[in-house]
T-cell receptor
Framework: NAGVMQNPRHLVRRRGQEARLRCSPM?????VYWYRQLPEEGLKFMVY????????ESGMPKERFSAEFPKEGPSILRIQQVVRGDSAAYFC?????????????FGQGTRLTVV | GNSVTQMEGPVTLSEEAFLTINCTYT??????LFWYVQYPGEGLQLLLK?????DKGSNKGFEATYRKETTSFHLEKGSVQVSDSAVYFC???????????FGAGTQVVVTP
């Protein structure tokens, strides 16, 4: 059973370009979460999705950021018109059916560098 | 609101030394508590967890006990190895889904 797969592992974008980050959850997992890790900081929650639905996007910046988890295919985190401050590691996690204390399984992350 | 506070790093130890990383939390309700480990260039891996008061999580020689009275979940290992060098994150989960609240992380460096 493959783990959470994220790609690309490293992404370099020039200011103003778009960044698309992909996440395939573990088989059988229908809950996907995105977290951002800024340099020297912990992980900050961004968004929680189930298939075709955004459940909680309270951690998403109001502009330029969007996320989706379509019926078919991976979850996508999209950042439009990137700026230097978007440089960070973006982690995706997935979990199975919701049971108290169920942990989330994390991917290896996409490290975005904006130049 | 919910929060997790960890001791600041880096923590530098010699091989076979005793390791403690303090973690305290603030939360409503009855959270589950977790320790995740991040090796260089990698994602987070679950190290151990505890879902109710007085539970002890353990894995790979690491232990942590859920102390409700002191709102703490300190991580300990009796004899560290160089391979334990990593960043350790304490986290809590109050909702029934994966909206974790993470601490800032503690870098541990173990020297031969």
């Amino acid at each position: 059973n493959a783990g959470v797969m994220q790609n690309p592992r490293h992404l370099v974008r020039r200011r103003g370009q778009e960044a698309r980050l992909r996440c395939s959850p573990m088989k059988g997992h229908s809950h996907v979460y995105w977290y951002r890790q800024l340099p020297e900081e912990g992980l900050k929650f961004m968004v929680y999705l189930q298939k075709e639905n955004i459940i909680d996007e309270s951690g998403m910046p109001k502009e330029r950021f969007s996320a989706e988890f379509p019926k078919e295919g991976p979850s996508i985190l999209r950042i439009q018109q990137v700026v230097r401050g978007d440089s960070a590691a973006y982690f995706c996690a997935s979990s199975p059916d919701l049971v108290h204390g169920t942990e989330a399984f994390f991917g290896q992350g996409t490290r975005l560098t904006v130049v | 609101g919910n929060s997790v506070t960890q001791m600041e790093g880096p923590v530098t130890l010699s091989e076979e030394a005793f390791l403690t990383i303090n973690c305290t939390y603030t939360a409503t309700g009855y959270p589950s508590l977790f320790w995740y480990v991040q090796y260089p260039g990698e994602g987070l891996q679950l190290l151990l967890k505890a879902t109710k008061a007085d539970d002890k999580g353990s894995n790979k020689g690491f232990e942590a006990t859920y102390r409700k009275e002191t709102t703490s979940f300190h991580l300990e290992k009796g004899s560290v190895q160089v391979s334990d060098s990593a960043v350790y994150f304490c986290a809590l989960l109050t909702d029934s889904w994966g909206k974790f609240q993470f601490g800032a992380g503690t870098q541990v460096v173990v020297t031969p």
